[in-house]
C-alpha cells in the first residue's frame, strides 16, 4: 500500500537533515520491488516490536517490517501561492502525497540563519498554512466557475458538490484549513476528488538541535505558545532530534546510546514520527509467521478480511473462503499454534470479520 508522507516546511529548518536521519532507516529494495525509485523518496520500516518478537517466537528466517513513505518536498517560501520560490513545483508535490509532516524549527543556532530573522514557531506555521489555504482558495474558485453551468440547469450532482464547495470555501476565506469543516461521508468523498492540501491530515514536526538553545529545554515562552497553538488547531505533534540521528547513523546498539548521551540527546524522535505518520494516514497492521518469513503487512483501518488479504495478493479478495486468526500476544503467551488452537484461541473467521491491528493471520483461499 504506497501511501505517502511529504515533509514540508520554510528553509533551514531541518528538513533535509530528518529525511536523511529517516532514510537511514529505509526498507531493503528487494522487499518493495514496485516503490518509486527517486531520490526524494524514502521507503521507511515502521518500528514494530510486536514484529520482532513473533519472528523470534517463530525462529524465522526473514523478517519484513510495514513501511511507509516519505517524500522530501522543496522549502516553501511566503508567496508559494503566488508562485514565488519553486512555490508551484511545492504545491504539486504536496498534491501528490496523503499527508503532511510539516516540519518546524524549535531551537536557536546563530550558524543556522532563519529565513525571516527570527525563530518563531508559531509564525512559521501560520506561514506554511496560510499558503496552503490560498492554493486551495484558487482551486475552489476555479471548481465552483466551473460547474456553475451545470448548476444553472439544475444537475442533482453538480448541486450538491457547489454546497459542499461553498461550505469549503467559507472556511478558508476565515483562514482555517479545509479538513476542519464538518462534512458527511458522502460530502468527504466528494470533497477529497478535490485533492485539497489542508484536506490532508497534517503532522507538526518540533525540531530541536542537539548543542542548540532549544525553546522546550528553557521552557521558552514561544515554545509554550506554539503547545498552545497546536492545542487549539487539535493537532499532533512529535518533538525530533533530527542531527543527532543523522549523526549516530553509523553506530549500533550500546555505542550508539554512548553517543547519543555524548550528544546530549535522550531521544531522537524519529521513531515517534514514522510511528505517528503511519497512524495518522489510517494504517494499521496484522501479521504473517513462520519459520520462512514472518511479516508485517499494511492495510487501512476498518478493513474486512478478504480486503485485508489483498495486501498479501489481489486475488485473496475473490478467492477468499476463511481465516485463522489470533491476537499476536495471546500467539505468544499459548507458546504454539497447536496450544493456542486446543485453548479456543485459534479462531475461524469469515467473509465479514473486521481484521484487528496486531492480528495474525493465515488465509485458506
Known sequence: ??????????????????????????????????????????????????LHKLAEFSKTQKTIPAAVEFVDIAGLVKGASE?????????????????????????????????????DPVSDIETINLELIIADEQTVTKRLANIEKDVKRGDKDAIK???????????????????TVPLTDEEALIARAMHLLTMKPILYVLNKKAGGKNLDEINDPRYLALLEYLKTLGAHYVVVDAGVEHELSAFEGEEKEMFRAELGSKNDGINDLITEGYKMLGLETYFTTGEKETRAWTIKKGSTAPVAGMAIHTDFKDKFIRAEIIFWRDLLDAGSFANAKEKGQLRIEGKEYIVRDGDVIEFRV
Open 1 to 50: 500500500m504506497a501511501l505517502a508522507i511529504g515533509i514540508v516546511g520554510l528553509p533551514n529548518v531541518g528538513k533535509s537533515t530528518l529525511f536523511n536521519a529517516l532514510t537511514k532507516k529505509s526498507v531493503p529494495a528487494e522487499n518493495y520491488p514496485f516503490c518509486t525509485i527517486d531520490p526524494s523518496v524514502g521507503v521507511v520500516a515502521v518500528p514494530d516490536v510486536r
Open 83 to 119: 508562485g514565488e520560490g519553486l512555490g508551484n513545483q511545492f504545491l504539486s508535490n504536496i498534491r501528490e502525497t496523503d499527508a503532511i509532516a510539516e516540519v518546524v524549527r524549535i531551537f536557536e543556532d546563530d550558524n543556522v540563519i532563519h529565513v525571516h530573522g527570527k525563530v
Open 161 to 179: 458538490e457547489k454546497d459542499i464547495l461553498q461550505k469549503i470555501s467559507n472556511t478558508l476565506v476565515q483562514g482555517k484549513l479545509a479538513r
